[in-house]
C-alpha cells in the first residue's frame, strides 16, 4: 500500500467513525489533524490521546478514551501495513 492509497484509507475510517453523529464529510479539519499525527507518532496510546485532544478542541467535548484508542488501533494497523510491504 502506498502512502496516498494510506491516506486515502484513513480518511474513509475516520469519516464512518463519525463520533459526534453529525455526519460524514464534516470533520475535515479534524481528520487533517489526525492524519499528521499518524505520522508523527507510532504508538496507539499517543495517537489516542491527540484523537481525543483535536476532537475536543474542536467540538469542546471530551470523546471517551477508550473509543479514541479503538479507532488509534485501526489506523496505526493499516500505518504498519502500509510500512511493512515498502
Known sequence: MNSQEMNLEFVRLLNEWDPFSIG???YDTE???ILQAIHDLDKE????????A???F????????????TISKKLMTIK???????
Not at 45 to 52: G, P, S, V
Not at 58 to 69: G, N, R, V, Y
Open 24 to 26: 460524514e464529510g464534516n
Open 31 to 33: 481528520i487533517a489533524d
Open 45 to 52: 496510546e499517543e495517537l489516542a490521546n491527540a484523537i481525543q
Open 54 to 56: 483535536i476532537y475536543e
Open 58 to 69: 474542536s467540538f469542546e467535548e471530551t470523546i471517551p478514551l477508550e473509543k479514541c484508542f
Open 80 to 86: 504498519r501495513s502500509g510500512i511493512c510491504s515498502l
